[in-house]
């Protein structure tokens, strides 16, 4: 090889640049799933810092919102969080009931918990698959999206629809819940605990996967919670925040599970408590499974929130008025404004909903679990290394169409 | 439950808190926009509010003149005893409110989106940019004034399939158009989105060959 003559200045020194180098990540880059963009300023392969920049999904769910009726709130919700669709319609339907003031059948709200802890299931299984597969571990992103597979089969016999289900509605579910829920449930329920052993098995113990998790991506307690982080990330760091038993709302209170935290508040801690929490989730279906009430109904019974039945409508001139005035006019909800929070996938899911009386909502705020927790990892990403990136923002699992809306 | 901590910021800060709610079991207080970051300090240090939670407007374009226009809606929370509060202001078009990153700073991105979407701006927020929306945007989306069928694309939209060369073995007006969908003239029935075959039989567009420039050579030879 040559020597490089050229460059060397009068003293002999190697002129090197001094400055901090500038490099774009996203938002096209195969680790920025969600479709977001990073200003990195490098010195060597250090971050010196970070801007990370969203917005690349904005749809407007927020001012979509203000021209429809209530219930037409429900597919954009499904579009929030694609990969837990089910968990959005719950938040957003125990919202409006919140400002309606009106609590739905006990079996609705069982009904609702068990679709929404399979779809916090397949959350879970998404990001840890995902962000395995990011550190070279293909296998267990197969058989964890395989699982995910499995779960979405059960929801669409239940559903209709695999992700988009747009099956939460104001005051009930749709429909009562298939006779075969119970049966699908628990046949998966060996099969899932005994492949998501197999999946730790492959990672927990190898040598680069613990190399690029631990202590990488460390998030502080007490930055955690002015940051407004919440969810697996929140806990993580020791902080044994979850919605469902801290202000239990629908009958989680009902429910004996454990909420698993961290103590370092790194990637492998987020990793292992996302982990946990899938087999708590299991738990929790199973008893829901053993609790539902087996008939009865699973929506209120007010022709002012849920369409009458079909037989109703066709048949009776009440059942036709009630059902075009929900439908041309939407649910009246009273006037007055609330903020109604559960725990999704991410973290705190909150809807701050104002109502001006008529059948279009005013305004929808969708508080996502995954800005604030984005807006962390500026924290968790400067003064690491380039590749580190990877690992952590797989482990933020933020989710393009709940970040930006 | 949070009714304690309402109670006390009446007691602290008297008539400079204009309004008290605990409509559906929310805790809330609206507080007059120059106590905003006074008061914010408060509950953080005093009242244990150490969680930020959420921070939102709402606008109201109704109440103007007599009233601000916009409403800032703040939600925090206690670790330690679970207690959650929401705080309100109103703030004029044109007018600034105190950040509130150093008490929490989880309200930047919370401050930064306000301002993408209202146009409210924060004094001393040390990085007040656009964040959903991109710079050449003009106007805040979720004031009630803006249009929701206004579109501001940075690269033009296609509105003519003409100039867009179609590759063998398809015809210039073969398969779907390349352009957007013209709603407009769908309703006046030129509608592009039939296929070509059920647009000849309808009479809405003419044979290939029966056009005097012949179809698929109009299409490559641009």
Partial sequence: ?405 | MSKLVIERLASQFGDRILETSDFRGDDSARVAADAWLEVAKFLKSECGMNQFTDMTAVDYPEREPEEPRFEVVLCVRSTSTNQRVRLKTRVEDGKTLPTLIPVWAGADWGEREIFDMFGIRFEGHPDLRRILLYEEFEGHPLRKDYPIEKTQPLIAYRDTTAHVAKLPPFGADEGQPFGRIQWQERLKGRDQQVSPAIAVQTGQRQALSQTSAGGSAAGTEE
């Fill in chain 1, 1 to 405: 090889m040559e020597p490089i003559e050229d460059e060397l200045s009068e003293e002999g020194a190697l002129e090197l640049p001094s400055e901090p180098m500038r490099l774009n990540m996203g938002p096209s880059h195969p680790a920025m799933h969600g479709t977001i963009r990073m200003v990195l300023d490098l010195d060597g392969e250090t971050i010196q810092n970070v801007d990370i920049q969203p917005g690349y999904l904005h749809r407007g769910f927020e001012k979509s919102c203000e021209r429809g009726t209530w219930q037409q709130v429900f597919p954009y919700a499904d579009r929030l969080n694609y990969v837990s669709p089910m968990l959005n319609n719950n938040g957003f339907a125990w919202a409006v009931e919140k400002l309606l003031g009106i609590k739905i059948p006990e079996r609705g709200e069982y009904y609702r918990v068990i679709l929404g802890e399979l779809a916090r299931i397949c959350d879970h299984l998404t990001c840890n698959g995902a962000s395995a597969m990011e550190l070279g571990a293909f296998t267990p992103f197969l058989w964890m999206l395989k699982l995910r597979d499995f779960i979405w089969d059960i929801l669409e016999e239940e559903t209709g629809a695999r992700m988009t289900h747009s099956f939460a509605r104001i005051g009930g579910m749709a429909k009562p819940p298939t006779s075969n829920l119970e049966r699908n449930v628990l046949e998966l329920i060996p099969k899932f605990e005994a492949q998501l052993i197999e999946c730790e098995k492959t990672v927990l113990r190898n040598r680069i996967f613990l190399d690029r998790m631990e202590k990488v991506g460390i998030l502080t307690q007490a930055r955690a919670i002015e940051l407004g982080v919440t969810g697996v990330m929140l806990r993580s760091t020791g902080v044994d925040y979850d919605v469902r038993k801290a202000h239990p709302y629908s009958v989680y209170d009902r429910f004996d599970f454990d909420v698993p935290v961290g103590h370092d508040g790194d990637n492998y801690d987020r990793f292992l408590c996302r982990m946990e929490e899938m087999r708590q989730s299991l738990r929790i279906i199973k008893q829901a499974l053993q609790q539902i009430p087996k008939d009865g109904p699973v929506s209120v019974d007010d022709v002012r929130v849920m369409l009458p039945e079909k037989p109703k409508v066709y048949s009776t001139i009440e059942g036709t008025i009630a059902h075009f005035k929900l439908v041309m006019e939407g649910i009246k909800v009273p006037a007055g404004e609330v903020y109604s929070f559960s725990e999704a996938g991410n973290g705190e899911l909150g809807f701050f909903i104002v109502s001006d009386g008529s059948g279009t909502p005013y305004r929808v705020r969708c508080r996502p679990p995954c800005w604030f927790n984005l807006n962390a990892a500026h924290e968790m990403i400067r003064g690491g290394m380039i590749a580190d990136i990877i690992p952590t923002f797989g482990s933020v699992n933020m989710i393009g169409g709940e970040c930006d809306r």
